[in-house]
């Protein structure tokens, strides 16, 4: 399984707030209630990172309310012996 980083956002205001941090445990994945939000820091913003075989899966674990503006990004590691062909991969 890939893993992926899962960010969505909500807008500034308390109502959206508290309706994004209800909606995410009310959606029924587990995973949801894991988020971690930046509202405190004016980050309105919920972040997790999950284990899907895919980013289909992925972003069908976000509530359909906010799955549009959802951005899912694949993560991955490099250790030193791959910096050769990292470099050749960015000079492309």
């Not at 995973?31 to 980050?43: E, F, N, S, V, Y």
């Amino acid at each position: 399984m890939a893993r992926f980083l899962i960010e969505v956002p909500h807008e500034a205001e308390v109502q959206a707030c508290i309706q994004a941090v209800q909606l995410f445990p009310a959606t029924g994945s587990h995973l949801l209630t894991q988020a971690d939000w930046g509202c405190k820091d004016g980050k309105h913003w919920a972040w997790l990172i999950v284990e899907t075989d895919n980013k289909d899966e992925a972003r069908y674990l976000v509530s359909p309310a906010y799955r549009a503006s959802a951005r899912i990004t694949k993560l991955n590691k490099f250790i030193m012996e791959e910096i050769d062909s990292i470099m050749s991969y960015h000079a492309q």
